[in-house]
C-alpha cells in the first residue's frame, strides 16, 4: 500500500477493479502524504479531505456494484481557479478569499461525474496572471526537484503536486502557457487542449479567447484518460464547440513511423538555454528511432506572440476583472464612506501588484485613441501568426519544440522584472493566440532538473499528440522519474 502513489491512472484503476485497495484506502494515503510534503511545498490552498473521503466511500459503492468508469475513485486536484460548490474558489487572490462557490464548474462536474475524488484545490499565480507562481495571495509554490526554485505558473499548485506524488493527477488552465511551462518545470505531462474543446464554463475568466481548461499527470495516457472525461460540447459556454470527442485512449497505439514533425526554427535559437536545447536534441533522437521523420518549420511572426499576447490577455482582463467591485461577492473594504471609495478601496485591497499591472495595461489599450493603436493591431498580428501555423501544418503533422527557455530559475530571481518574467512563456504564447493543442512532456534533464518538450498539433488533433508523447514515453523513462525526497 505504501506504493501507491508511485502507480498510474491505469494501475489504480486496474487495482481498485480487482479490489487490491478501496478508493478509500487510497484517498486517506494520498491526503496523508499532503499533510506530509505540502507545509514544504505550498501547492495546496484548500485541503477538503471530509467531502473526498465522502466521495471516496460513494466510488467504493459504484466499483461494488459494477457501475464503476475508467476512473471511479482515483483521486485528482483541482486548480482553484475552477469553481467548486461548497469549497472554496479563490483564483489565488485575496479578492476571493471569501468566496464559496454555489455551483460546479462543467470540468469539476464532468470528473465528479466520472467518479473522480476532489482532495483539494490547488495553489496558483492571482487569476493565472504569472509564469512562477510567486503572484499567489498564498504565498508561492516550491518546485519538489529543488525548494528554492519556481514550479512555473499559472498552474504551479497543480504541476508541483502531481511531481511530487501528493496527487496522481490535477487540472489547469492555460491562457499563454500556463499548463505547459509548469509541466515542463516540474518534469510531468500536461496539456492545453484546442480552443473550445473542453468547457470553459465555471472556469474564473483571465483572458476569454484564450483560456483553456486541460489534464495535468505523470503521463500522456493519464492525460489521454483525463481528457476523455473533461472534452466535449457544453451548451452553458458560447465558446465550446459541438462536435465528437476523439477515443484518445484507442488514439495512443497508432503506429508512429512515418508521421513527419515540424522543428520550429526559431523555437532554437537565441535566448535558449544550450542544455535545454541538448535535451530536445536527445528527445528528437529517440523519435527518429521511432521512425517520425523530423522535417524544418518557420513560424516567422512568432517573435510577435509575446507583445501581441500582452496586449489582447490584459485588454481582456480588465473587462473580466471589472466584475470585482466588493459589492456582490468577493473581497469588501471596511466602512466605505461612499460608492466611489467603496470601489476603489475594495480593489485596491483585493487585487495583487501583477493584477494591477495587467487591469492597467488592458485599460490604457483599450482606452479612446487608443483601441486601433494596440489592441486592434494585436488581434491582426493574431491572425498573421495563425496562418504561419497554418503553412507550417501544410510541411508536418505536429509541430515540435521546447516548452520553456530555461529550467525553473530561483524564487525572487525575476520578481522585479515583469519583462523577463513575461519572455519565460515565448515558446507557448502563440500557441494561445492561434487556438491550437498543445502538450509538454518531460525531456532529459538539463543541470539536474526537469525540461518540457513541446509538441503542438493541428485543430482538435489531441488525439495524435497524445499518440506521438506516448510512443516517446514507452521508448524512454524520463516521465518516471521523481524528485529525491518524493518517490
Known amino acids: ?98 468566496f464559496i462557490s454555489p455551483y460546479d464548474a462543467t470540468v469539476v462536474e464532468r470528473l465528479a461525474d466520472a467518479g473522480m475524488v476532489m482532495l483539494g484545490k490547488a495553489n496558483m499565480d492571482e487569476f493565472a496572471m504569472g509564469s512562477s507562481n510567486e503572484t499567489s495571495y498564498y504565498g508561492p509554490v516550491k518546485n519538489p526537484w529543488d525548494t528554492e526554485r519556481v514550479p512555473g505558473g499559472s498552474s504551479g499548485g497543480s504541476a508541483a503536486a502531481v511531481a511530487a506524488r501528493l496527487a496522481p493527477a490535477a487540472t489547469g488552465t492555460d491562457t499563454g502557457g500556463s499548463i505547459r511551462q509548469p509541466a515542463a518545470l516540474c518534469g510531468i505531462t500536461g496539456l492545453k487542449p484546442s480552443y473550445g474543446r473542453v468547457s470553459r464554463w465555471g472556469m474564473i475568466a483571465f483572458a476569454s479567447s484564450l483560456d483553456q481548461a486541460g489534464p495535468m499527470a505523470r503521463s500522456a495516457e493519464d492525460c489521454a484518460l483525463l481528457l476523455s472525461a473533461m472534452a466535449g460540447f457544453d451548451e452553458r459556454d458560447s465558446t465550446c464547440v459541438d462536435r465528437p470527442v476523439d477515443d484518445y485512449l484507442a488514439a495512443l497505439e497508432r503506429p508512429v513511423k512515418g508521421l513527419r514533425v515540424g522543428v520550429v526554427k526559431e523555437f532554437f535559437g537565441e535566448g535558449l538555454d544550450s542544455g535545454v536545447g541538448a535535451s530536445i536534441e536527445e528527445a528528437m533522437k529517440v523519435l527518429e528511432g521511432l521512425g517520425v521523420e523530423l522535417v524544418e518549420v518557420s513560424l516567422p511572426h512568432s517573435r510577435y506572440s509575446v507583445p501581441a499576447y500582452y496586449v489582447v490577455a490584459p485588454a481582456e ?171
Open 317 to 487: 482582463a480588465s473587462s473580466n476583472l471589472a466584475r470585482y467591485d466588493g459589492v456582490r461577492f468577493g473581497h469588501r473594504c471596511d466602512d466605505p464612506k461612499d460608492l466611489e471609495d467603496l470601489y476603489k478601496r475594495s480593489r485596491a485591497e483585493g487585487f495583487g501588484a501583477e493584477v494591477k499591472r495587467r487591469i492597467m495595461i488592458g485599460t490604457y489599450a483599450l482606452s479612446a485613441g487608443y483601441y486601433d493603436a494596440y489592441y486592434l493591431k494585436a488581434q491582426k498580428v493574431r491572425q498573421v501568426i495563425a496562418r504561419d501555423f497554418r503553412n507550417a501544418f501544410e510541411q508536418a503533422d505536429l509541430l515540435l519544440g521546447p516548452a520553456s527557455p530555461e529550467v525553473a530559475f530561483r524564487l525572487g530571481e525575476k520578481s522585479d522584472d515583469p519583462v523577463s518574467m513575461y519572455l519565460s512563456d515565448i515558446y507557448t504564447i502563440a500557441v494561445n493566440l492561434a487556438g491550437l493543442p498543445a502538450l509538454s512532456m518531460p525531456a532529459p534533464r538539463a543541470h539536474g532538473l526537469p525540461v518540457g518538450l513541446q509538441l503542438i498539433g493541428n485543430y482538435f488533433d489531441e488525439g495524435r499528440l497524445l499518440n506521438l508523447a506516448h510512443q516517446l514515453q514507452l521508448a524512454t523513462d524520463w516521465h518516471l522519474q521523481t524528485p529525491e525526497g518524493f518517490a
Open 1 to 98: 500500500m505504501s506504493d501507491l502513489h508511485r502507480k498510474s491512472l491505469r494501475e489504480l484503476r486496474e487495482g481498485l477493479a480487482a479490489g487490491s485497495f478501496t478508493s478509500v484506502e487510497l484517498v486517506e494515503h494520498f491526503l496523508a502524504r499532503i499533510r506530509e510534503h505540502d507545509q514544504t511545498l505550498n501547492t495546496l490552498i484548500t485541503v477538503s479531505d471530509k467531502e473526498a473521503l465522502q466521495q471516496a466511500g460513494a466510488a467504493d459503492e459504484r466499483i461494488q456494484k459494477g457501475e464503476a468508469g475508467p476512473l471511479t475513485g482515483i483521486p485528482l486536484i483541482h486548480k482553484d481557479i475552477f469553481c467548486t460548490r461548497g469549497v472554496k474558489t479563490s483564483c489565488g487572490s485575496r479578492m476571493l478569499d471569501n
